[in-house]
């Protein structure tokens, strides 16, 4: 008798900390998402950065689909499954609790992000040193000059305008408020969520702030009902805060070795951190590239 196939997995990885190692895929990284696929596994990136904030470079191994925005907007096979952005009189009191505060901030729709003039400066400052240089940064520091001299790469998409009114979004990302996190939650009230920004040396005066009851976990489960599958088909891998939820739903939550005490204890295994290139031995460990 021919033996059963083993059944398929649907393989969900957060982006900053488990695929990418500040902001640069390591090799072995991509070769095991293709070869996950070549096995006959979806994989997909489920990650807080908006669509727009995935540059080719993360995207280049080939994915089935993205969850993006913490699971505000959900991507499979060139689908649009989700899109959920703030409601115009929450994203007002959002914008103008951030303005008292005195943060820079970014709205983060999938198509662009949006921010006041001049918040490209203060960002380029704040998150200095907190991205690995790439091929590409060398070749344009012989072009134009040191790379702090120019946009940060994660600010690519980045529009200004006064006018934050004309542009809806579905999160934000806020950093060097004169409040800390937990302070700006209450002013901004319970239909949002706060998380401490994913870049834990920014402290506590940065954050991201998304909508209430919104997460990975919500994303997924948009993907895994529209192909029927259930949560023991899911395998997801993250190492924040944001990636709880997701690796509490999954059949298998895998955390990144030295994350936070909350995600170690929701995962089901640990792996090596992107600077070990840790995904491949989980993914062969898992059965995943068989």
């Not at 040396?201 to 994303?219: C, M, S, T, Y």
Request: charged share 25%; hydrophobic share 45%.
């Amino acid at each position: 008798m021919t033996p059963a196939a083993p059944p398929r997995k649907i393989v969900f990885l957060d982006v900053d900390g488990t695929y990418a190692d500040r902001g640069v895929v390591p090799p072995g990284h991509a070769a095991a998402v293709r070869a996950a696929r070549a096995a006959g596994h979806r994989v997909l990136l489920c990650t807080g950065r908006p669509r727009a904030m995935l540059p080719e470079r993360i995207l280049a191994a080939g994915f089935d689909g993205v969850v993006a925005s913490a699971g505000g907007y959900v991507e499979l096979d060139g689908e649009v499954l989700v899109d959920q952005r703030f409601p115009a009189d929450l994203a007002a009191r959002v914008v103008a609790v951030l303005d008292e505060v005195g943060a820079a901030y970014v709205l983060e729709a999938p198509e662009a992000l949006y921010g006041r003039p001049g918040v490209d400066e203060r960002l380029t400052t704040l998150l200095r040193g907190h991205l690995r240089r790439t091929d590409d940064d060398e070749a344009a520091d012989a072009a134009d000059g040191p790379a702090e001299d120019r946009p940060l790469d994660i600010l690519a998409q980045l529009h200004m305008t006064d006018d934050l009114a004309a542009h809806t979004f579905g999160k934000v990302s806020y950093f060097d408020a004169r409040l800390p996190w937990w302070e700006v939650a209450q002013q901004l009230g319970d239909d949002t969520g706060i998380l401490p920004s994913s870049v834990a040396a920014l402290g506590d005066k940065a954050g991201e702030i998304f909508l209430r009851g919104v997460h990975k976990a919500h994303g997924i489960t948009a993907v895994t009902e529209r192909l029927g599958l259930l949560r023991e088909d899911v395998i997801a891998f993250g190492d924040g805060l944001n990636d709880v939820e997701m690796l509490a739903h999954a059949g298998t939550g895998v955390a990144i070795d030295g994350a936070d005490p909350r995600v170690l204890e929701v995962a089901d295994r640990v792996a090596a951190g992107p600077e070990h290139e840790g995904l491949v031995a989980a993914f062969a460990e898992l059965g995943l590239t068989e």
